[in-house]
Every structure is written in structure tokens, then in C-alpha cells.
């Protein structure tokens, strides 16, 4: 975090265990399919994801070769938080649970969200630094859900007094948000 952008990016590389790799595509593929997200329960996350990496040659105009192939799959997660690192952390294992180890759960060395100490040294033993990055927004999540939840209830109320003469169209809107100040 810093004093012009609240939002910290945090991100982490950890190496699959040879073998998993199919469950743990499963176990991404489940979920993203039960609803919403398990990031949803994470407290100040703006976004936040797993990817799969794996060593299969991407093949395109101006891409350099790799010298060297991956060894082995990796499990990339990143995320943009109004959290410290190690806040951000512990909202992860808190907030994501037995999700978390449905994910890290298959990646080696992985100690379970139970154990919060183990859990923090983990992530931040596997986290890289993060050299360029970019905010989409100079606000809190919070900030963000309140903007939404503003313009969802001028939109409401622009269809709803469309046919509204101005005295009776200004009487209505200074009811419906001069109390709360917006």
C-alpha cells in the first residue's frame, strides 16, 4: 500500500506436485463452479486468482525461445488487496478456508490453512516481488462497492421518474439522496 493507491499487489508462485496437476485442475475447475467466488469471502480483495502454469512451449511472433523447458507445473496466484502482505495473508486463510487447501493443497510442501503460522511463512516464503503494477482505481473496495451501489440507485431512480416534471423530479431526488449526502 502506498499514500496515492490503497491497493497492494500480492503475488505468489508455488511448485505442483508431480502427479497432481490433473487434480488441481479439477479442484480450480470446481471452484469457479460453485457460485460465487471464494475470493468474495476475503476481506479488502479487489480481485484475485489462480493460474496454472505449466511447461507446454507457447508459440507466437516475438516471444523469444526458452532455453530451458519447466520442470514441473506451478500454481500462480495473484491479487490486489487494501491490505498489507502479511494482512492479506491471513484474510486469505481465514477467508478462503478449506478452499485454500483445496488449491495450495497440491502443491509441495503446503503446510494447510489450519496452520496459521505455517500457512504465512508459505505464501510469503513463495511470494515474488512485483516490479510494475498497474491500479484500475484510486479507491478501497468499500469506496468501489458504495460508487456501485450509487450509481445503481441513480439509474433506478432516473427510470423511475423519466415522466416526472422538473419541481417534482427536484423534490424526489432531494428525498431520495440529500439525506445521505450523495
Known amino acids: 500500500m502506498n499514500a496515492t493507491c490503497p491497493a497492494t499487489p500480492f503475488t505468489v508462485l508455488t511448485p505442483v506436485v508431480p502427479g497432481e496437476e490433473q ?11 460453485a457460485g460465487a467466488s471464494p475470493f468474495s469471502r476475503v476481506a479488502e480483495t479487489h480481485v484475485a486468482r489462480w493460474v496454472l502454469v505449466s511447461g507446454a512451449p507457447w508459440r507466437y511472433r516475438g516471444l523469444p525461445r526458452r532455453t530451458r523447458p519447466l520442470r514441473m507445473q506451478y500454481l500462480l496466484f495473484t491479487s490486489t488487496a487494501n491490505r498489507p502482505p502479511e494482512q492479506h495473508v491471513e484474510d486469505l486463510r481465514t477467508g478462503l478456508r478449506g478452499d485454500a487447501d483445496a488449491a495450495w493443497g497440491h502443491c509441495v510442501g503446503y503446510p494447510g490453512y489450519q496452520e496459521s503460522a505455517g500457512f504465512r511463512r508459505y505464501l510469503l516464503h513463495n511470494r515474488l516481488p512485483v516490479h510494475r503494477w498497474f491500479a484500475a482505481y484510486d479507491a478501497t473496495v ?30 424526489a431526488f432531494l428525498a431520495e439522496f440529500a439525506e445521505d449526502g450523495t
Open 142 to 171: 468499500r469506496e468501489v462497492g458504495d460508487a456501485l451501489d450509487l450509481r445503481r440507485r441513480h439509474t433506478e431512480f432516473a427510470v423511475r421518474t423519466q415522466d416526472v416534471d422538473d419541481l417534482r423530479l427536484q423534490a
Open 23 to 33: 487434480a488441481l485442475r479439477d479442484a480450480l475447475g470446481q471452484l469457479s463452479r
